[in-house]
């Protein structure tokens, strides 16, 4: 199975900070690569797939990146509502594996 | 609107078994695949099962090959997960999942089951 490593687990910005989280995948998986955001008690949300595809809704500040084993979630200018827990997941091969997740909370 | 909608979840002794539904509107279920991805309590995201289009397929994680199976029915717009087995590491929060190329763009709300005695 892919195994998919996020870093770091947990991260403390402020409000207009840029932050990037790094999601790394035991081997090449080629742009298949999702991220999605996750707020306490809701459903997870798709945020971009295919690595740097930003999903219809998801304000323009969400931006993703990478190829092969080595992915980046950049989130320019955070806003209140962004603290939240990020996951990455792996869409190459079965098991569609997903990072153990990061979580974002304000400084 | 897409719509999905997971129910028998439930209190299970270790051993037992339950079978999920998730009931899906707002689309031609028929064309997608599907998935049940699970939440234990506190925890991260595991991807669970996936199911093709016209059932033909499937795809588990380790930790539930031959104790879990997964299942559709086009004609009710219906995905199902078949669990047996039940261990206490099975409790979770179970939800049901569009696949569309191979992201997860629509999911319910879950149903949770728990794995206790």
């Known amino acids: 199975d892919i195994q998919m490593t996020q870093s770091p687990s947990s991260l403390s910005a402020s409000v207009g900070d840029r932050v990037t989280i790094t999601c790394r995948a035991s081997?090449?998986?080629?742009?298949?690569l999702n991220w999605y955001q996750q707020k306490p008690g809701k459903v997870p949300n798709l945020l971009i797939s295919?690595?740097?595809s930003l999903q219809s809704g998801v304000p323009s500040r969400f931006s993703g990146s990478g190829s092969g084993t080595d992915f980046t979630l950049t989130i320019t200018s955070l806003q209140p509502e962004d603290f939240a827990t990020y996951y990455c997941?792996?869409?190459?091969?079965?098991?569609?594996?997903f990072g153990q997740g990061t979580k974002l909370d304000i400084k | 609107e897409v719509q999905l909608v997971e129910s028998g979840g439930g209190l299970v002794q270790p051993g037992g078994s339950l079978r999920l539904s998730c009931a899906a509107s707002?689309?031609?279920?028929?064309?997608?695949?599907m998935t049940w991805v699970r939440q234990a309590p506190g925890r991260g995201l595991e991807w669970v099962a996936i199911?093709?289009?016209?059932?033909?397929?499937?795809y588990y994680v380790d930790s539930v090959k031959g104790r879990f199976t997964i299942s559709r029915d086009n004609a009710k717009n219906s995905l199902y997960l078949q669990m047996s087995s039940l261990r206490a590491e099975d409790t979770a929060v179970y939800y049901c999942?569009?696949?569309?190329?191979?992201?997860?763009?629509?999911w319910g709300q879950g149903t949770l089951v728990t794995v206790s005695s």
């Open positions: 999942a569009r696949d569309s190329r191979r992201s997860l763009d629509y």
């Open positions: 707002g689309f031609t279920f028929s064309n997608y695949w």
């Open positions: 199911i093709n289009q016209d059932g033909s397929v499937n």
């Open positions: 081997q090449s998986i080629s742009s298949y």
């Open positions: 295919a690595a740097s």
């Open positions: 997941q792996q869409s190459s091969s079965t098991p569609y594996t």
